[in-house]
């Protein structure tokens, strides 16, 4: 409209956890007075997943959504289409508004080209002569809640795997792999705590390789089948040095496996997605191409482990994800505002990114 100079949605953060009351304002400057029946304020949690697949040889696009919050409050004015329509006055305008997020475990906010889940303000200017001007507001849910400290993920796993290696039907020494992952739990930041015992008593040398893998499952319900997706992304990898044969090698991961930012575990509270991540321990030997594994799942959570008593707790910061797993450095078009590239040899300008999920993580002590 060419009377409102100013329209803008700011909120009193950027993200939020499960439970916490957002507040905010919506913010209106006018250079003339004119009639507004209602400001209304909409607050929205849904997810959403879309893709093509081909069915009966035809190209179809297939798309389901899921809301978790739907919230509406007025914030001036009434939707009663009777009666007077009341005069704004021209000037600066703040109109405060809150919503109390539910206390129920809110899936994290998360950007992928298949599917993501979005929390947002959405507000409506209704101006009954003229098309009403809308603004949304997109912010970061930190969730759901994990902490490592559950006793559920403060035991240890521990795994054993064993070849006989085999000479003409004779066989010869064992080669063993022993592994033991401190906790089950750990958040961004953190190092994984896993110990690796090898005892190569085989004629071949053997290597360690260790590999945290992420999964990310979407799921579209269309009747008794439904549709599915699965993309699996490499979180990051170890390769350890040589065992040679009849020698043993201890092995302790200290801060080798350090975790980088990435969305937390989540199965179990969005129909549509569910991520998860697999630890894989491989005993690789170097002419046989066989090897030792075993899997330990690992989850992400969102609270970090604390040391009991301890007078300091861990620096929490909020950062944007890997761009190696799902869910990183995606961004949504219409969250990218810059100039469109036409083809000439001219670059198009650097573009603006208007929004994208964070996620926690630990700041490694500087000692």
Known sequence: ????????????????????????????????????????????????????????????????DQYFIDDRAIIWGSDKPEGNVPILPRGHHQFPFKFQLPESSLPCSFESKPGFIRYYIKVTVDIPYASPPQGMKYFT???PHIDCMDEQYLKPMVGQDKRPTCCLCCQKGAVMLSTQLERSAYCSGESLKLR???????????????????????????????????????????????????????WD????????????????????????????????FERSGDDLQMHFPVTIATVPFRIPNSPTQPNIQYEVASEHVEGGTYIGPEFLLGQVYDGSTNLPQETVVLYRPVYVAVVPNKE
């Open 1 to 64: 409209m060419d009377y409102i100079r100013e329209f803008d949605i700011r909120l009193d953060r950027e993200m939020y956890y499960a439970g916490e009351t957002i507040v905010g304002h919506v913010l209106l400057d006018t250079i003339e007075n004119f009639k507004l029946r209602a400001v209304r304020v909409v607050l929205r949690g849904k997810a959403h997943a879309e893709w093509k697949v081909v069915l009966s040889g035809d190209r179809r696009t297939v798309k389901d």
């Open 141 to 143: 849910i930190i969730g």
């Open 196 to 250: 690796a015992s090898v005892e190569n008593q085989g004629e071949e040398k053997v290597r360690l390789k260790v590999r945290l893998m992420q999964y990310v499952e979407y799921f579209i319900d269309r009747g008794m089948l439904g549709v599915t997706k699965e993309l699996q992304h490499l979180v990051l990898e170890y390769r350890g040095e040589e065992v040679g044969p009849h020698s043993h090698r201890n």
């Open 253 to 284: 991961s200290g801060g080798t496996l350090r975790l980088p930012v990435m969305p937390p575990s989540l199965v179990g509270v969005c129909r549509l997605l569910q991520i998860y991540y697999v630890l894989k321990v491989n005993l690789e």
